[in-house]
Each structure stands twice: as C-alpha cells, then as structure tokens.
C-alpha cells in the first residue's frame, strides 16, 4: 500500500519567508509526528498529533513553528519568517496505534533558507 | 544519563564480517523496542522489532537484556548494502512519542 508521502521534495526559501510542508500519513493511521534532522545529527522530535487528542508541541523550537493535522489525516507544518538555521529536512512520520507502535517515516522535505 | 546511547561509530568492517551494536537506555519501565536503519540522506526505515525472547531475520539478530537496559543488533556475513546508519528507538512508558537515538555508523567495506 501507501506509504507516507511528503510535499515538496525540496524548498528553497530567503530568509524571513514563510514555508508549508505537508504530510500524508499512511491512511488509517492515528497518530502523526513531525522530526528535524540537521546534516549528520540525530532526529528532533517537533511535534505529534494521537487521534482527536490536543497535539504535543513541547518539541517545537520556538513559536514560527506551528503544526496542524485536518479532519485527522494530512498535516502541515508550518515556520513563519524562517531563519538559516531552520535549514534541515523535515521528517514526517505515522502509526497505526498507539505511541509505543513502530513508525514509519515520509521522504522528508529538505529545507534550504538563503 | 541520556534515555538512549549508542556508540556512533563508524564501524568499518569487511564483507562477510559478523559485527554487533549495544544501545542502552535509562528508562526500566521501557517495553517496545525497535532498530531502524537510516542510508544516508534518506529517511529512517523499520529494521527490526525487538521482543523479549529475542528475535532473528534472516541475517539480523536482535536481543534485549532489561536486566542490564540494552539491546543489541548482530549483523552475520555483512554485506556492502548493510552500510547505513543504525538507530535505537526505545518507546517511554505513559502517552508518549518513542525515542530514538543518535544512531551507529556502519561501513562495510570489500
């Protein structure tokens, strides 16, 4: 079937403009998440959304971050007035249950702010 | 102490080699345990679950030791394509995202 499937691939944007990344959880999935990845680091846990509960923001860096996930499925990721150290991929991930469940990853969309 | 360590590595080994990883972690109430591989610029992708009694796929074995908080991946007979980045993930008790960690670096070289 589907996996997760992320838009775009790729996004170049000047610094202090705002992006949108958008994630397609595999479908019947109830819980989403969204990590960071810097150039050789290891994952940052953003943000995660469990069914109809509020979503977990406590990883969000600072508040040009925000996230939403409509009608419990596609999710986006929004970074207002981006700044170069936003530059990373952007990593979605989805499970099928609960949180203790396997995730399984998107492609990421590679962030480049000039 | 970090919830989940692992030695980045790299490991450089030769085909055919039989090369094994440790993770430990800090929570003993941890009960879903799992090894990712990442290549590189890719994302991470599930390798293996990790159940109590341990568990072997094909050529990958895994192993969890809650006395001592560690799991491990033993890798036989390696092959070039085994180079990646392994990650530990380990889940928390409660309502909670798993935790992954940094990830071990494997090379394998002919």
């Known amino acids: 079937g589907a996996g997760v499937s992320q838009s775009p691939s790729n996004k170049v944007t000047e610094k202090g403009k705002d992006v949108e990344l958008r994630c397609d959880p595999i479908?019947?999935?109830?819980?989403l998440y969204w990590y960071r990845q810097s150039l050789g680091q290891g994952l940052e846990f953003l943000i995660y959304?469990?069914?109809?509960?509020?979503?977990?923001k406590s990883g969000l860096p600072s508040d040009r971050f925000s996230a939403e996930r409509t009608g419990g499925s596609v999710s986006t990721l929004t970074i207002q007035r981006t700044q170069q150290e936003d530059s990373a991929v952007y990593l979605c991930?989805?499970?099928?249950?609960?949180?203790?469940?396997?995730?399984?990853f998107g492609p990421g969309t590679r962030l480049t702010v000039t | 102490r970090k919830e989940v360590e692992q030695d980045p590595g790299p490991f450089n080994v030769p085909e055919g080699a039989t090369v094994a990883f440790n993770c430990t972690y800090s929570n003993s109430a941890s009960q879903s345990f799992f090894w990712y591989r990442q290549d590189c610029r890719k994302e991470p992708k599930l390798l293996m679950s990790v159940y109590s009694s341990g568990n072997e796929d094909g050529r990958f074995t895994a192993q969890l030791n809650r006395a001592s908080q560690y799991i491990s991946l033993l890798i036989r007979d390696s092959k070039l394509s085994d180079s990646a980045t392994y990650l530990c993930?380990?889940?928390?008790?409660?309502?909670?995202?798993?935790?992954f960690g940094k990830g071990t670096r494997l090379s394998v070289i002919a």
């Open positions: 959304f469990q069914g109809n509960s509020a979503p977990d």
């Open positions: 993930v380990v889940n928390r008790p409660g309502n909670t995202p798993l935790v």
């Open positions: 479908s019947g999935h109830t819980a």
């Open positions: 991930a989805s499970s099928a249950a609960g949180l203790g469940y396997e995730q399984y």
